[in-house]
């Protein structure tokens, strides 16, 4: 067998419409072929009472007889790839391993079979990852899902789990997904971004940094805003190093994503409904049942229906300084949505009651945005300053203008001051955070 060609071709009815290597589809049958082998040669009863490390080399010990005799064409580094795959295939996600291995990597969406595209640097590009057939494929699903306690089939064919390095995995196969299986993977990296990371990539400038942090260390309550990938949770990890070190942490999230460096946390996760269709936990079940752990600041990953009003309630009942996301397009439109997720909570409370509790308990808005070309921005720091003819009166402090794309098709723009003086500065200074007037004088901030 050849090294991987450049040349594509139409293997099969299947892969018409689809640029593949050939040789490499072959590769990946002949291992799905080896694998099976490989899994009927082992004895699972005798595998299953030995330590990890003995594990993995009895299944190299047996892998390498069975491509031997399987594959004798296979020499040098094909062979060592063969081997290595093969390990892939019993004790990870096959084919994906490599790509999880890419620090660069932020999502890998499995389309179908022979359709794998990553996300790098912000920016979607296909990969040269194919797997054997969609059969192998729904095995990987099945494997990832069985990993956490789930289970994907005709009756459940949609799933959403946990990888046990904190990366959030969604699959959906037919009959939901017409064209076969598809996987989704969003990654987290090893080390989480801080806020030195950010501005470095030019999400943030340090003046913006500088505020939130004050804001953050004077419990001040946050709500963070933006689309899908636009890096809410980042920011929500970054500003939480912010939180002094003697308070107590009550972390509530639908998937663990949060990995904050406070001493003092106590992480929650919800639970999906069994087979049965009971036993679920739901984040508004947490955020209350939280309240009776004495926490100093609650911090929900993202909030997405009733649990927003028992949030509010616990920010106007002594836990100021509390952190949430929320999808929204602005912040003004986070607010909306606030509103509309309150009104979901089956109380039928006046607007004008909803709109006092949402002023009262946030404070700040923080919205970011991934823009063209993959840059994310923090698009706006807002101020919630009160009510005003019977609205909520917002104040930007801090803002990004996009002016344009370069030659690459990436986004260009700069950061702003608007010249507003935020009210919370006199919290500010009753907490012993000072910052310096000119912080707020209205200017222009280039970004390099």
Do not use: W
């Not at 299947?14 to 589809?25: H, K, M, S, V």
């Not at 047996?62 to 892939?88: H, K, S």
């Not at 306690?149 to 990366?167: F, H, K, T, Y």
């Not at 663990?256 to 036993?279: D, F, I, Q, S």
């Amino acid at each position: 067998m050849s090294p991987m060609s450049s040349r594509t071709l139409q293997v099969s009815p299947e892969t018409e419409g689809a640029n593949i290597d050939p040789d490499e589809l072959k590769f990946q049958r002949l291992k799905v072929a080896i694998h099976e082998k490989l899994v009927d040669s082992l004895d699972l009863s005798m595998l299953a009472q030995v330590r990890q490390d003995q594990l993995e080399r009895e299944v190299r010990l047996v892998a390498e007889d069975i491509v031997r005799e399987e594959a004798p064409q296979l020499t040098g580094p094909m062979r060592e790839r063969m081997l290595d795959e093969l390990y892939d295939e019993v004790f990870g996600l096959g084919p994906l391993e490599a790509l999880m291995r890419d620090d660069r990597v932020c999502d890998i969406l499995v389309n179908k079979p022979y359709e794998v595209y990553v996300e790098r640097y912000g920016r979607l590009e296909p990969s040269n990852v194919i797997f054997a057939d969609d059969a192998h494929l729904l095995r990987i699903i099945q494997r990832v899902v069985s990993r956490v306690g789930r289970r994907i089939d005709e009756v459940s064919p949609m799933v959403d789990a946990r990888l046990p390095d904190g990366s959030r995995v969604n699959a959906v196969i037919p009959p939901l997904a017409l064209d076969g299986a598809t996987l989704s993977i969003r990654r987290f990296g090893a080390r989480p971004l801080g806020v030195e990371d950010l501005v470095d990539n030019q999400t943030i400038v340090r003046d913006m940094t500088e505020f939130l942090a004050a804001a953050v260390e004077a419990r001040i309550s946050l709500l963070i805003s933006g689309g899908t990938g636009s890096g809410k949770t980042t920011l929500l990890n970054a500003l939480a190093q912010y939180i002094p070190a003697d308070e107590r942490l009550i972390t509530i999230e639908d998937s663990a994503e949060l990995k904050l460096k406070h001493k003092h946390v106590v992480r929650m996760e919800t639970r999906p409904p069994n087979t049965e269709g009971t036993g679920e936990i739901t984040q508004r079940s947490l955020v209350r049942n939280s309240l009776r752990m004495r926490p100093d600041r609650i911090v929900v990953g993202e909030i997405r229906g009733a649990e927003a009003l028992d949030m509010l309630q616990a920010m106007n009942t002594g836990h100021e300084g509390s952190l949430t996301t929320i999808h929204a397009n602005d912040t003004r439109d986070a607010l909306a949505r606030l509103e509309l997720m309150v009104a979901m909570a089956g109380y039928e409370l006046p607007i004008p009651v909803v709109r006092q509790y949402i002023a009262t308990g946030i404070g700040l808005v923080v919205h970011l945005a991934r823009l063209k070309g993959g840059p994310r921005r923090v698009m706006r720091v807002s101020e919630i300053v009160g009510i005003r003819d019977g609205g909520l009166l917002v104040e930007d402090i801090f803002g990004y203008e996009q002016t344009g794309v370069n030659d690459l098709g990436v986004a260009q723009g700069e950061f702003f001051v608007t010249g507003y003086r935020p009210a919370c500065l006199g919290r500010l200074r009753a907490a012993g955070v000072r910052l310096p007037d000119e912080m707020f004088d209205k200017r222009r901030i280039p970004v390099r």
